[in-house]
């Protein structure tokens, strides 16, 4: 894999576009948008039906999304088994695979983060909004990423819970003692305001939906999370 991720620990605000957001009938130009827009990574999520109470796509789809784009794929894995479903998101070119801490994953925790990290891909970890973080910390020390749900995963469009910010700054007073950074990611409700409080918080990478493509213009919205407009 020739995708540098840890050059870009805490030196600079990631952008990962979701594109459960996108328009699927031109999947293929939405991608090349958000490229020439200025995005950094390209988020994936991916719902079960079980796990969450939605179906979004599978390892398919990524193999599209990875001809399409040489940008880092951020797979989000809403599911139950992971580990069964693992291998095929690396075989189709996953950069980071995140899985879930919740018993309903029905996953060993342990294990999981193992087999991502022996395929030679970066490992997250993401804990829903009703999750304790203390769940999560146990961890800290054995994965590349926390993802911090911003609202309760399923759908795209959800408001923003700045209840959540705490884990965020918890998880960045972790990292302030540690020489090894974990990068700390936001998902959902990101916009130009609640992407300022995740960062004024901690976050460094900023999974953003319908902000980015329900916009007219991608490379002005990606500015805007970035909080640098005129600058990509
Ligand atoms: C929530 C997903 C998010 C979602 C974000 O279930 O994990 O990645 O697509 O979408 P917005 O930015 O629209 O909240
Ligand atoms: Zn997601």
Redesign the pocket.
Known sequence: MHYSFTASLMARIIIAP?V?AADFSRLSDEIHRIETAGADWI?C?IMDGHFVDNISFGPDIVRFVRKETSLPLDV?L?IEHAEHYVPRFIKVGANSI?VHVEPEAKHDVVKTLRQIREAGCRAGLTLNPETAFDLVEPFLGTIDML?V?TVH?GFGGQEFRADQMEKVRRAAAWNKSRERKIDIEV??GINDRTARISIENGANVL?AGTSIFHSKDYAKAIRELRGVPGVN
């Open positions: 979701s459960l988020h999520d989000h809403m995140t993802l749900m995963p998902d959902g999974v």
